[in-house]
């Protein structure tokens, strides 16, 4: 399941299933390219859930924030646990991506 909120002029996108995988990724992309995001918007996706991440879900963030940063919109990842959090740093994502322990930290950041 995903839930879309806005708070505080942020659309957040909360995955609640533990593995963003080759399984769920592709569900997981419909959605998010159906999101109406405008020019200079910021997307917070909150990852607390998630416990896996493998090539498929990490080339879905990436491909999003892609998309995102062309329509001048940014991207910011919250709330990740230790092995998401490892392969986000192994693979360098977290210098493309900026990344906050809280959604709320993620939310208050000034981000490009």
């Known amino acids: ?8 002029d942020n659309i957040v996108i909360r995955l609640d299933f533990e ?6 990724a592709v569900d997981l992309k419909i959605f998010l390219y159906k999101i109406p995001i405008e020019k200079n918007e910021k997307v917070v996706l909150d990852i607390e859930n998630l416990t896996y991440l493998d090539s498929s879900g990490l080339g879905l963030i990436i491909s999003f924030w892609r998309n995102l940063k062309n329509k001048n919109s ?4 919250a709330n990740g646990r230790n092995k998401v959090k490892d392969v986000l740093e192994m693979t360098n994502v977290g210098n493309m991506i ?8 993620a939310i208050k950041s000034k981000i490009e």
Not at 1 to 8: A, E, G, N, P
Not at 74 to 77: E, K, M, N, T, V
Request: glycine share 0%; no cysteine; hydrophobic share 40%.
């Open 74 to 77: 940014s991207i910011a990842l």
């Open 98 to 105: 900026p990344y906050f322990d809280s959604l709320d930290e």
């Open 19 to 24: 593995s963003l995988d080759i399984f769920t």
């Open 1 to 8: 399941m995903i839930q879309t909120y806005i708070k505080d």
